[in-house]
């Protein structure tokens, strides 16, 4: 139990275009989700956090604007990254929680490469 | 605030008995959690512990001392599949999500 789902795994957009990544978790109502990114060889830096039907609350330094994220159900979170630019490239990760403990369910990641 | 302290890299012998340490500072604690992530992958979940003490899961274990704000993960019988970035994260203030440190990269070699 417990999984969750993310696509695209991997994304190459031209610099200036948008890119949607779906989070989904499939067998559990995840009541928050979370999407982080990381570096290579770095930690995961957390960005924004999201509870159904609600809006995000994004960390200090992250760009609400920028990273658009909409978690329209209990089982899907998107997170779109707006204009985007080279230095957006990244390994972007979304986790979820059921809400009945802090343990996260992490998804396998998208990699995006901004060209 | 938060502040989590791990080593950055560990290098270890397969067999071997590895202790990744954790120092933490939160000014409210809701539990210490240790991940494990493969290069490209996402995290997987190791332990929690919110309690005192030594909890062992297999060749895995993780200790917790809330009064000294420190934890170690503990790795025996090592093996190569081993070679990981091992995470350790606590609960922020809000108790709404977990903040990673910046993670142990372990080699093991035979």
């Known amino acids: 139990g417990a999984v969750v789902s993310q696509h695209p795994s991997r994304v190459i957009c031209k610099s200036g275009t948008s890119v949607k990544i779906e989070c989904r978790s499939l067998d559990f109502q995840a009541t928050t989700m979370f999407w982080y990114r990381q570096f290579p060889k770095k930690s995961l830096m957390l960005m924004a956090t999201?509870?159904?039907?609600?809006?995000?609350?994004?960390e200090q330094g992250v760009e609400k604007d920028k990273f658009l994220i909409n978690h329209a159900s209990l089982t899907l979170s998107t997170l779109t990254v707006t204009s985007a630019h080279p230095e957006d490239s990244s390994f972007y990760i979304c986790s979820a929680s059921g809400g009945g403990d802090y343990e996260q369910y992490f998804g396998p990641g998208t990699r995006l490469t901004v060209t | 605030g938060q502040n989590i302290d791990q080593p950055t890299e560990m290098t270890a012998t397969e067999g071997a008995i590895v202790q990744i340490n954790c120092t933490y500072q939160?000014?409210?604690?809701?539990?210490l959690f240790w991940y494990q992530q493969h290069a490209g992958e996402a995290p997987t979940f190791l332990s929690y512990?919110?309690?005192?003490g030594l909890e062992e899961k297999g060749r895995f274990s993780s200790f917790l001392s809330r009064s000294k704000g420190y934890s170690y993960l503990l790795l025996k019988e090592l093996q190569m599949k081993d070679s990981a970035s091992y995470l350790c994260a606590d609960v922020n203030q809000a108790g709404t999500a977990l903040i990673f440190g910046k993670g142990t990269t372990l080699s093991v070699s035979s």
């Open positions: 999201s509870n159904e039907g609600s809006k995000a609350t994004y």
């Open positions: 512990n919110v309690l005192d």
């Open positions: 939160t000014s409210g604690f809701n539990g």
